[in-house]
């Protein structure tokens, strides 16, 4: 069966400097691999995704993250964190094959941007 | 453009009262979902319905009924509402193409629900 995981309940990084979300998933056939990020109180909001292509893939409000097969894992990146992206973080795959029966999620990462 | 919407977004049970929440879209997309989100445990879905006129069951669905009205809705249904179902559950829908996402999931804004 599918899964995510991502081993970092917390990351705290200070303003200005680079953030890393972790991520790894274990699925039969090519991953559809995909960034959520969720603020207090709202909903999700897409980030960016992987489906095939180029393993580095750019997404919104200058965040990328990196698809590597080998390692099976899918790292969210940015090169100057900002305050405002202090939010919680999730990765997601596609249950099966190409995701039509929907996505699972890993427990999220809290990301907190110090001033 | 509403995108996916959701109501009631707050409500309150007691134990054995059912509801059924509500949840529509107007991006025109064929596929439908709902998760619940509980604190650790990231988003765990329900049920799905693939296209208009069908439904499956997803990772954790005992407990819940749903219902694909048309093209736009999908309704969630708690027939007996018990304390575990307390949660935010999110409506969300993409557009799909055989067995494949066309682009992500869209969700709405949730519904936060306490079972008493």
């Known amino acids: 069966a599918q899964s995510v995981a991502q081993p970092e309940d917390q990351v705290n990084v200070a303003e200005g400097n680079p953030l890393t979300v972790k991520c790894t998933y274990s699925?039969?056939?090519?991953?559809?691999l995909f960034w959520y990020v969720q603020y207090p109180n709202r909903g999700l909001q897409f980030l960016l995704k992987?489906?095939?292509?180029?393993?580095l893939v750019k997404g919104s409000y200058g965040f990328e993250a990196e698809f590597n097969k080998s390692q099976t894992s899918f790292h969210l990146k940015k090169p100057s964190a900002l305050v405002s992206d202090s939010a919680l973080y999730f990765c997601?795959?596609?249950?099966?094959?190409?995701?039509?029966?929907?996505?699972?999620f890993g427990k999220g990462t809290h990301l907190i941007i110090q001033p | 453009n509403a995108g996916v919407t959701q109501t009631p977004k707050f409500q309150v049970l007691k134990t054995g009262q059912s509801m059924t929440l509500q949840c529509a879209q107007d991006?025109?997309?064929?596929?439908m979902y709902w998760y619940r989100q509980d604190p650790g445990m990231g988003l765990r879905l329900i049920y799905y319905?693939?296209?208009?006129?069908?439904?499956d069951k997803g990772e954790v669905p005992n407990g819940y009924n749903v219902s694909r009205l048309n093209k736009r809705e999908f309704s969630l249904r708690l027939e007996s509402a018990a304390p575990s179902q307390t949660s935010v559950y999110f409506c969300?829908?993409?557009?799909?193409?055989?067995?494949?996402?066309?682009?992500?999931?869209?969700f709405g804004p949730g519904t936060r629900l306490t079972v008493l």
């Open positions: 319905s693939a296209s208009e006129g069908t439904t």
């Open positions: 997601a795959v596609g249950r099966s094959g190409g995701g039509a029966d929907g996505l699972t």
């Open positions: 991006m025109n997309h064929n596929s």
């Open positions: 992987y489906i095939t292509g180029d393993n």
């Open positions: 969300a829908s993409a557009s799909v193409q055989g067995i494949q996402l066309s682009n992500e999931q869209f």
């Open positions: 699925v039969s056939g090519n991953p559809y």
